[in-house]
C-alpha cells in the first residue's frame, strides 16, 4: 500500500522561499508520476506541477519560473522548490502520485502561508 507524507510548508514573508518535500513509502516510486496540488479556502484544487516517470515536467502559469518540481528515485522522495512566493501562493498543498486505474494516491496536505 502506497503512503505519502508532505512536509516543508510553513510561514513565510512574501518574496520567500521554500522546499516541500514528499515521502514515499512502497514499491516502483520510479514507476508513478508525480504532481502537486494545492487548495485554497473557498477555491478549487489547483495543478501546481507535475513531473513523469522520465522526468518531463509541467507547471501552471501561475508559478512558471518560480516553482521547480523534482524527484529522486533512489529517496522514493519529490519536492517542490518555490521562490518568489507570493501571499496568492497560500493554498493547502497536496501530494499525488499515479500510476494507473486504481493507482492514485494523495498525501495528507501540508499548509504553506505567505503573509508578512
Known amino acids: 500500500q502506497v503512503q505519502l507524507v508532505e512536509s516543508g510548508g510553513d510561514l513565510v514573508q512574501p518574496g520567500g522561499s521554500l522546499r516541500l518535500s514528499c515521502a514515499f513509502s512502497g514499491n516502483f516510486f520510479n514507476r508513478y508520476t508525480m504532481a502537486w496540488y494545492r487548495q485554497a479556502p473557498g477555491n478549487h484544487s489547483e495543478l501546481v506541477a507535475s513531473?513523469?516517470?522520465?522526468?518531463?515536467?509541467n507547471y501552471a502559469d501561475s508559478v512558471k519560473g518560480r516553482f521547480t518540481i523534482s524527484r529522486d528515485n533512489i529517496k522514493k522522495t519529490g519536492y517542490l522548490q518555490m521562490n518568489s512566493l507570493k501571499p496568492e501562493d497560500t493554498a493547502v498543498y497536496f501530494c499525488?502520485?499515479?500510476?494507473?486505474?486504481?493507482?492514485?494516491?494523495w498525501g495528507q496536505g501540508t499548509q504553506v502561508t505567505v503573509s508578512s
Open positions: 513531473i513523469t516517470t522520465d522526468y518531463s515536467t
Open positions: 499525488n502520485t499515479k500510476r494507473g486505474v486504481g493507482q492514485d494516491y
